[in-house]
């Protein structure tokens, strides 16, 4: 007896899937009984379904996307016909789509695909969310906030609505991860006063409550970080820490098992191996800004370690978004300490994740140029120095990068005596006036201040500059500056013969620089104490300062000559356009080897 369409389509579903999930996966095998599924016109239910497989398929295990799309479009336009149900299927379809759509920069047709979906789909908690969730990102990866926002306002409501309360707070403190993103700085208070009353009052799972803690934790620690408040944050910073030791523990349940069992609430901001690297991350930007170098260094290798441990087995995008945040902050970190070529080494390991990912690079140039500038400066390469930070200012739209940038390319035109070119700069750079919020970034204006000042014979001035920096950096332990500020009050001081309170001021700070270590404070401090024992009578004491500051003068040097040997030296004349190759030497190189400037310019 001959067998009916639907026993053939059926078999070829079964047979499809056989080949599908042998070992090895017959692909193949398995595209061909799908197509020809189409050939005994089954079912819209069937076809619909069949070409979102299809589509799935090509996609994760061929290069064919442009077949895998005709295939999602399909079943995206036949799940729309079926009156009632299909849910899964129609709006996988949508989702998938729009994905894909956005891969191939394509977000003219990826917005509107979501948005219908969104409309279907408001009877169905789980895919009403997630459609949201996807379509802010969208919008915030194309930096349209107020509509990133406004879309994950929709999503607060709705969850509220549907009871979906775990839901709820996500949707809540994505939108307030949101407004730090746009430095909405007086809208994003309130909103986090909110989620983290909902977070402590939270009744439901023990699991839920933790993971949506530690997600609050790094928006409070990210908020103060971005405002340069490095002793405020230390008491948040303790609580992340010992959230994320709770999260990773052995009897912790899966992620799966932290979402819960309502339908709405099957939600997770990243998964949990991804919040431990994060956590690293935000407590290395501490350590930068605090002035803990070896601190910085240690949890940078943490991270890095754990990043190549998670990419073996899903090389996530993410993970080399905060590989090479850590790589900035490292960078920054062997600059302060000295050790040049190992920067130059990481900025090139940089420059190669930015070379594989354009997207990476759009985002981050302004970045890389200032990390050359610093680079640059500190191997008394001005020129380049100067390009690198115009630069950067040119390609930058964070008020806190532009800032920085423009308080280095102020040392630069300071120590190149350029007063036209720095008085032109000045009033993008006054305390009193500055674009950024940052606590930090304005203590470092005023040091900026400072030290022209002193450049300029106008000592009296400059202490008052400085002693507007040592207050700020004191109330937030900012201790590279404090650092900076003391022994350049030690150099005015020193100028204007008054050997006991230069003495003073550059006693703590060589002790201060040599905790963090800050190798150019050192020898900038050794040069002055060796002068100011001498003045003394004090001889044996300016033997050994002078051994001292010769020592930390030798490691300088060799330093600054095996850089200029490397070939990744040459990066230092990007400043534009694709970023030049690797030199050969650097191929197969590993890459295990932001706001605190050189401010000293030593």
């Known amino acids: 007896m001959a067998l009916s369409a639907d026993a053939?389509?059926?078999g070829l579903l079964g047979l499809a899937?056989?080949?599908?999930?042998?070992?090895?996966p017959d692909i193949r095998g398995c595209v061909r009984c799908l197509q020809a599924v189409f050939s005994f016109r089954p079912p819209t239910r069937v076809e619909a379904r069949t070409h979102l497989q299809l589509g799935n398929i090509l996609l994760n295990h061929t290069t064919n996307t442009d077949l895998a799309v005709n295939h999602l479009e399909l079943s995206w336009m036949l799940s729309q016909t079926i009156p009632n149900g299909f849910d899964d299927v129609k709006f996988e379809?949508?989702?998938v789509l729009a994905e894909v759509y956005e891969q191939q920069?394509?977000?003219?047709?990826?917005?509107?695909?979501?948005?219908?979906?969104?409309?279907?789909?408001?009877?169905?908690?789980?895919?009403?969310?997630?459609?949201?969730?996807?379509?802010?990102?969208?919008?915030?990866?194309?930096?349209?906030?107020?509509?990133?926002?406004?879309?994950?306002?929709v999503g607060v409501d709705y969850a509220h609505i549907s009871n979906a309360h775990y839901t709820r707070v996500l949707f809540l403190l994505s939108r307030g991860m949101l407004l730090l993103i746009d430095k909405k700085i007086q809208e994003v208070l309130p909103l986090l006063n909110q989620a983290g009353h909902l977070v402590d009052s939270w009744s439901g799972s023990l699991h839920q409550k933790e993971y949506l803690k530690v997600y609050f934790l790094v928006l409070q620690v990210c908020h103060y970080l971005m405002a340069g408040q490095v002793k405020s944050v230390k008491p948040c910073l303790k609580q992340l820490q010992q959230s994320i030791q709770t999260i990773m523990s052995p009897t912790w349940p899966s992620d799966e098992a932290v979402c819960g069992s309502c339908v709405g609430d099957m939600f997770l901001w990243m998964p949990k191996e991804h919040l431990y690297v994060l956590v690293y991350l935000v407590t290395v930007m501490h350590s930068m800004q605090a002035g803990y170098m070896d601190k910085a260094h240690k949890y940078t290798d943490k991270a890095l370690t754990q990043i190549d441990k998670l990419k073996i087995v899903d090389n996530k995008p993410i993970l080399s978004v905060f590989q090479l945040m850590l790589l900035e902050h490292m960078i920054m970190?062997?600059?302060?300490t000295g050790n040049k070529s190992a920067a130059l080494q990481e900025i090139s390991a940089g420059a190669a994740l930015c070379r594989a990912n354009p997207k990476l690079l759009a985002r981050h140039?302004?970045?890389l140029h200032t990390l050359l500038g610093l680079y640059a400066m500190s191997m008394n390469c001005m020129e380049a120095a100067e390009a690198q930070f115009n630069a950067a200012i040119s390609s930058s739209q964070e008020r806190e990068l532009w800032t920085f940038a423009n308080l280095n390319l102020a040392i630069v035109y300071i120590r190149g005596k350029r007063e036209a070119e720095l008085n032109a700069l000045l009033e993008h750079i006054n305390p009193e006036n500055l674009p950024s919020n940052s606590h930090s970034l304005r203590a470092a204006a005023y040091y900026v201040q400072g030290l022209q000042a002193f450049f300029q014979a106008r000592y009296n001035e400059a202490k008052r500059y400085l002693r507007e920096t040592l207050k700020m950096a004191n109330a937030e332990d900012l201790n590279r500056l404090t650092s900076c500020s003391l022994v350049l009050l030690g150099h005015i001081f020193l100028s204007l013969n008054n050997s006991r309170e230069s003495m003073n001021m550059v006693t703590p700070a060589m002790q201060l620089a040599s905790k963090i270590p800050d190798v150019h404070v050192q020898l900038w401090a050794s040069a002055i104490l060796k002068d100011l024992y001498r003045l003394c009578g004090e001889q044996a004491r300016e033997t050994e300062t002078f051994q001292m500051h010769c020592n930390f003068s030798q490691m300088l040097l060799k330093d600054h000559f095996q850089s200029t040997q490397m070939p990744e030296h040459e990066l230092i004349q990007w400043t534009g356009g694709e970023l030049p190759e690797p030199?050969?030497?650097?191929?197969?190189?590993?890459?295990?080897?932001?706001?605190?400037?050189s401010y000293s310019g030593t």
């Open 8 to 10: 053939w389509y059926i």
């Open 17 to 24: 899937e056989s080949f599908r999930t042998s070992s090895p």
């Open 93 to 95: 379809a949508a989702s």
């Open 105 to 153: 920069s394509q977000s003219t047709l990826s917005k509107p695909t979501l948005r219908k979906a969104i409309e279907l789909s408001q009877h169905n908690v789980y895919w009403h969310c997630r459609l949201i969730f996807q379509l802010a990102q969208i919008h915030a990866t194309e930096k349209d906030y107020e509509i990133a926002s406004s879309l994950l306002g």
């Open 333 to 336: 970190c062997r600059l302060v």
């Open 365 to 367: 140039r302004p970045q």
């Open 583 to 597: 030199p050969a030497a650097l191929i197969g190189t590993t890459l295990h080897s932001q706001q605190e400037a």
